[in-house]
């Protein structure tokens, strides 16, 4: 049995049994809880003083906290004002009209534009949840003083780069609940809810708190080392080339893409999620999209990947602008050219070569 079809949401073993709602043991597949959620329609959230996020989430590209000033689903400087609308407008066309559920945030650290739409929304992780294992069990080694041992790289490796379940399992069990836990509470991502009995894809998570994930991983802060740092996003580079659809869609050539992503069908549709941080010269954005009741996997990617290249577009023409210039209104240009088939289905094998 394939351990990825599902994109997993606990260990696949011999008393378990995969199903339309995903991986789990013997006997019907787990309901999926519904936590309470906002209303299908966009809301706006503030990156700024007053919105309970802690300190380091909440400066100016020069590291000081700034008033901010919304632009439709998004907030910058004032300077930024029109870019922000600029993000906002895209993304909001990138959305319309698009079934099921949608939750998206962006943060540009070059400019302070952030941006949020229905950030506080409950989804199945899935295996984006992988990140957070994989961070909870580096803190967990700070802490204690300690360095993961080989067989713990071996399966951070795995569960990362190829989205192993196996992997996923071994090192949920490995940091334990109290270390999960912890690590949700230094990282202020007071939303997400730890999957119960070993069931980690079921783990309920909001953009909001994905997009806190991102910024721990990119920026200097209390909670994760630059030794910790570099150790998660140098896997998350290296995921292999069936995994790398979703956020990454539309990048340009010259940052360095992180990506983790997440797929499970269930009865009402399939759970598609991708959280990416993109680095580079002058360069640090972050992107998360979460969705749900799609109709089929392929449309939860299209549309993920309709809002990324919508992001990286707008984000990156700014960056062409002379700095005086960059609070001007920038234009749309075409999306980027679509990936391969074989780019957007996730963890199949890469087809073979054609036969000479």
Known sequence: MNAFLSGGTGRVGP???????????????????????????????????????????????????????????????????????????????????????????????????????????????????????????????????????????????????????????????????????????????????LGQDGYWGLTQVTAHDEMLLLQLLTQPNPVLSAASRSYQLGLMSRVISGQRWGTPAGAPQDVTVHVKNGWLPESSGWHINSIGAFTGSNKNYLIAVLTDDNPSEQYGIDTIQAVARAVHRDLNEARAIPRARLAANVAPTASSRAPSAWAVVPALPTPPPAQK
């Open 15 to 193: 008393s378990y049994q995969v199903s339309r709602k995903g991986v789990h043991r013997g006997g019907p597949a787990p309901g999926m809880r519904r936590l309470a959620a906002a209303p299908a329609a966009l809301i706006v959230g503030v990156m700024a003083m007053g919105t309970g996020l802690p300190a380091w989430a909440t400066t100016g590209p020069h590291g000081s906290p700034s008033p901010r000033t919304p632009a439709g689903l998004c907030t910058s400087l004032p300077a930024y004002r029109r870019l922000a609308a600029q993000v906002s407008a895209g993304i909001q066309d990138a959305l319309r009209g698009r079934a099921g559920h949608q939750a998206v945030a962006v943060y540009d650290t070059a400019t302070g534009v952030s941006c949020y739409a229905d950030s506080g929304r409950h989804f199945a992780s899935a295996s984006i949840v992988k990140a957070i294992i994989l961070a909870a069990l580096l803190r967990r080694q700070q802490e204690t003083g300690t360095a993961l041992s080989p067989r713990e790289r071996h399966e951070a490796t795995l569960m990362i780069t190829q989205s192993d379940n196996d992997a996923a399992t071994y090192l949920w069990n490995e940091a334990g609940p109290h270390s999960l836990q912890r690590f949700l509470d230094l990282a202020k991502m007071d939303q997400t809810r």
